[in-house]
């Protein structure tokens, strides 16, 4: 099963005219299509250029990036986790979640609150594994607690 494929079928995202590109530690570009073609022609090394979309894992799984989650978050369809006030406190402080989603569900999540999308998590047995940058971690505080 191809990136595009993996996303679409657990995020309900169709990534249409665009290109997926591997590159290394599992890291995964998106640039769009035409885009693409034309670097191909002129022989440009195309894994520098694009969007950092996220990880793909060994277990076909995907990870979307914090900002790959805010730009695609409101056509995300699957395997979205709305948190509230106190659950976002926790978790743009590092910490994991603790939520009941459904007892055999065992996968990444995308993180929403409100109309927020707030990177992913894995959710396991009634807990959100948090994977929010910590180097975001201030500038989110600031961000949510003027709102």
Same mark, same amino acid.
């Given at each position: 099963m191809q990136v595009d494929e993996i996303i679409e079928k657990k995020y309900g /995202?169709? /990534? !249409? $005219?665009? #290109? &997926? &590109? !591997? &590159?290394? $530690? #599992? !890291?995964?570009? &998106?640039?769009? @299509? %035409? %885009?693409?073609? /034309?670097m191909s022609k002129i022989n440009f090394r195309i894994k520098f250029f694009g969007l950092y979309l996220g990880k793909i894992k060994r277990n076909r799984k995907f990870v979307f990036s914090l900002f790959a989650s805010t730009l695609f978050g409101k056509y995300i369809r699957k395997n979205i986790v709305e948190i509230n006030e106190d659950e976002l406190k926790s978790w743009i402080l590092g910490k994991d979640i603790e939520k009941q989603i459904n007892n055999s569900f065992e996968d990444f999540v995308v993180i @929403?609150? !409100?109309d927020y999308y707030l990177g992913s998590g894995y959710y396991k047995d009634g807990r959100i594994k948090n994977f929010f940058p910590t180097s975001k971690f201030k500038q989110y505080l600031n961000f949510f607690s003027h709102k």
């Open positions: /995202l169709g /990534l !249409k $005219n665009t #290109e &997926i &590109i !591997k &590159i290394k $530690n #599992e !890291k995964v570009r &998106i640039i769009n @299509k %035409a %885009a693409s073609q /034309l @929403k609150f !409100k």
